[in-house]
């Protein structure tokens, strides 16, 4: 299967410090990338849609001048996480899919472990 | 009622055991259907793609049922490995909007 890296697998920061997080389709073009977001013992919730090129489409509750995300490539997209706060400690994890997938499956990366402090 | 609903379990089954999940989907326009697998504390992992006439993969077979908006999975002849959380998922025309279950829990015994 295709296969999605992510970087970095965890990091802690202090309250108010920016975290970017990348995620990297390494043997095919994403057209599409998703952001989920995984509290315990939850299941994943979408946070935000990108599509190469244009602006992310974000799920309803989901700020977007706090999630920045940046799709700036078919290989790249970016997640920045502004001013964290502890309750933004979660587990972070981009999938990506290609229009050239008849099914439109999502491949996933290993996702982020973020721990605000 | 939630898009997509699971067996909330969690299914807790001997080594060689069959077992079935099964998962609702609450819109007619969706098109496509997977079974994903995540194991603790990592990502989800593609299992299979559930097709109209349904699909077997060794032990694993999936069913949709389109008039119904059920999909299933059979998972024979339980191992140990099968243990994890299995999330039912949905996504429209296009991929554009995919809706996760909550996912069922399976526990394998030895």
């Known amino acids: 299967g295709a296969v999605v890296s992510q970087h970095p697998s965890w990091v802690i920061c202090k309250s108010g410090t920016s975290v970017k997080i990348e995620c990297r389709s390494l043997?095919?073009?994403?057209?599409?990338m998703f952001w989920y977001r995984q509290f315990p013992k939850q299941s994943l919730m979408l946070m935000a849609t990108?599509?190469?090129?244009?602006?992310?489409?974000?799920e309803q509750g989901v700020e977007k001048d706090k999630f920045l995300i940046n799709h700036a490539s078919l290989t790249l997209s970016t997640l920045t996480v502004t001013s964290a706060h502890p309750e933004d400690s979660s587990f972070y994890i981009c999938?990506?899919?290609?229009?050239?997938?008849?099914?439109?499956?999502?491949?996933f990366g290993p996702g982020t472990r973020l721990t605000v402090l | 009622r939630k898009e997509v609903e699971q067996d909330p379990g969690p299914f807790n089954v001997p080594e060689g055991a069959t077992v079935a999940f099964n998962c609702t989907y609450s819109n007619s326009a969706s098109q496509s259907f997977f079974w994903y697998r995540q194991d603790c504390r990592k990502e989800p992992k593609l299992l299979m793609s559930?097709?109209?006439s349904g699909n077997e993969d060794g032990r694993f077979t999936a069913q949709l049922n389109r008039a119904s908006q059920y999909i299933s999975l059979l998972i024979r002849d339980s191992k140990l490995s099968d243990s994890a959380t299995y999330l039912c998922?949905?996504?429209?025309?296009?991929?554009?909007?995919?809706?996760f279950g909550a996912g069922t829990r399976l526990f394998v015994k030895a």
């Open positions: 999938s990506a899919s290609s229009d050239s997938s008849f099914y439109n499956e999502q491949f």
């Open positions: 998922v949905v996504t429209d025309t296009g991929g554009f909007k995919t809706i």
């Open positions: 990108s599509n190469e090129g244009s602006k992310a489409t974000y």
């Open positions: 559930v097709y109209s």
């Open positions: 043997d095919f073009q994403a057209t599409t």
